[in-house]
Nanobody, 124 residues
Framework: QVQLVESGGGLVQAGGSLRLSCAAS????????MGWFRQAPGKEREFIAG????????YYADSVKGRFAISRDNAKKTVYLRMNSLEPEDTAVYYC?????????????????WGQGTQVTVSS
């Protein structure tokens, strides 16, 4: 049974930082491309970052480029999202997702497995 469990969300002031973690189990983690998505109230789920199986290729949405960094530790079966210079507009539920794939996809419907999400709230 595949499980993805996010952690690290919380309340932070604008300009602050958070690091999200997503621990995977029940899958051969190193065979999966991983993505981070977020969904704000009343909005669609949007891609924000992706990483290939080895961690050698990284992808970011323009809205977070230069502020967020995705990384992974295949030995720990965990993917991370470091978020710096947070803005109120970053407030959302953040999800990690997995797909057994060589390439990284940027659309939500391409991913097979999802975590339950972790809330990030940025106050102004």
């Amino acid at each position: 049974q595949v499980q993805l469990v996010e952690s690290g969300g919380g309340l932070v002031q604008a300009g602050g930082s958070l690091r999200l973690s997503c621990a995977a189990s029940g899958l051969t983690f190193s065979s999966y491309a991983m993505g981070w998505f977020r969904q704000a109230p009343g909005k669609e789920r949007e891609f924000i970052a992706g990483i290939n199986r080895s961690g050698s290729s990284l992808y970011y949405a323009d809205s977070v480029k230069g502020r967020f960094a995705i990384s992974r530790d295949n030995a720990k079966k965990t993917v991370y999202l470091r978020m710096n210079s947070l803005e109120p507009e970053d407030t959302a539920v953040y999800y990690c997702a997995a797909r057994s794939s060589v390439v990284v996809y940027t659309t939500a419907n391409e991913y097979n497995y999802w975590g339950q999400g972790t809330q990030v709230t940025v106050s102004s």
